[in-house]
């Protein structure tokens, strides 16, 4: 009697959990309990290689009804873009959420080869960037879409620091040249017509003669530097001859190849998104002898410091390794995880702010995510 008192017990318990979940599901799908969202969407760079860039992916998702549930048919995609360069992109079909807040973490690749494209958006902007993360998922069992979104503005300064009234003098190892040879009183420089191959940096120096004799400048070099990657060099050969006394206005190009920039995105990433810029120039001089001495042009090299957070998260990223996956929270929040992608795998930031309802880009070349940065909609957990 007492094992047929069980049974009936048990079964009344399995029929109850089915008229729950039943109903859940039903009320779900007419609006009396609310439909999950995503709340928030956080990304960080994770490990860094030749060829690809980790983003590690955090979003959290709330889930108002007392049960996990799954939703066939809910679709979502995400997107990481720079000026509308998109950088990654996936999707997934089929998520699963469980009841209350959750966040899902995942890892996406992108190609460094889409940096070089950011960059000319960059430059042409101003040196300004805007980081988008779009994240959106449509819940067609309930003909609703959800979505969040993040935008970041991203300032540098690369050749702001160039631009000085100091005299600089310019001397020579030669002992038949006057020391100095020449003043430096002015330098300034601006951005070229930036296209997908180069990135001119357009140089002035105002050259002042403090000798009796006049100077003839036969050639002007340089070779420019971000973080030990050498990214541009060349020459001038056109001749400015510089009177006594006189000052003599000297222009040149310096000019980035772009094909070299993914290479200095990896070592912006490694050293935590800084970058030490270097040019370094030199002149040849025909004195009045007739000697043609070489001037390595010390006082002009230029140097500066450039520093990013894309993500406005480097702080935690650095403080927590490559951000490689999800720390549970302490209110007892769920925490799943999803690696979906294979792959080993930096101015000042302006404001930061939440937008809704922002579609992905559908700009080719972006990474795509086989797994899915939503892949926690609306499934019962443990289905």
Request: proline share 4%; charged share 25%; glycine share 12%.
């Amino acid at each position: 009697m007492l094992r047929g008192l069980l049974a009936s017990r048990s079964r009344t318990v399995g029929v109850l959990l089915v008229v729950l979940t039943a109903g859940t599901g039903g009320a779900l799908l007419t609006g009396v309990v609310g439909a999950p969202g995503v709340t928030d969407v956080e990304n960080r760079f994770g490990a860094v290689n030749d060829s690809r860039t980790v983003v590690h992916t955090d979003l959290h998702l709330h889930n108002p009804n007392p049960v996990g549930v799954r939703l066939g048919g809910t679709t979502a995609n995400y997107t990481v873009a720079m000026n509308d360069v998109a950088l990654a992109r996936g999707g997934t079909s089929g998520v699963a959420l469980p009841a209350g807040n959750s966040t899902t973490s995942l890892s996406t690749t992108m190609d460094n080869e889409r940096i070089p494209a950011w960059w000319v958006s960059h430059v042409r902007a101003d040196e300004t960037t805007t980081v988008s993360v779009d994240a959106r998922a449509r819940l067609s069992s309930v003909g609703r879409s959800v979505s969040a979104s993040r935008e970041r503005t991203v300032e540098t300064d690369v050749i702001g620091q160039f631009r000085s009234t100091e005299d600089r003098p310019v001397r020579s190892d030669s002992p038949l040249a006057p020391d100095p040879v020449l003043v430096v009183r002015e330098t300034d420089a601006a951005w070229g017509e930036v296209t997908a191959e180069r990135t001119p940096i357009d140089t002035r120096f105002v050259v002042y003669n403090p000798n009796s004799s006049p100077y003839v400048l036969t050639e002007i070099g340089y070779e420019m530097t971000m973080n030990d990657v050498e990214v541009g060099s060349g020459s001038t050969e056109r001749a400015h001859v510089i009177e006594p006394g006189a000052e003599e206005t000297v222009d040149t190009t310096t000019a980035i190849r772009n094909d070299r920039l993914d290479e200095w995105w990896v070592s912006h990433l490694e050293r935590n998104q800084v970058t030490d810029v270097r040019i370094d120039f030199y002149a040849t001089a025909e004195l009045p002898s007739g000697e043609t001495v070489r001037l390595p042009l010390d006082a002009l090299t230029y140097t500066t410091t450039v520093e990013t957070d894309v993500f406005g998260t480097k702080n935690a990223t650095a403080a927590g390794g490559d951000g490689g996956g999800t720390a549970g929270e302490d209110d007892g929040n769920a925490s799943t995880g999803d690696d979906s992608n294979d792959g080993d795998v930096n101015g000042t930031d302006g404001d930061e702010t939440d937008v809704n309802g922002t579609d992905g880009s559908d700009d080719d070349g972006a990474e795509r995510d086989d797994g899915g940065l939503l892949g926690a909609l609306a499934r019962p957990v443990g289905a």
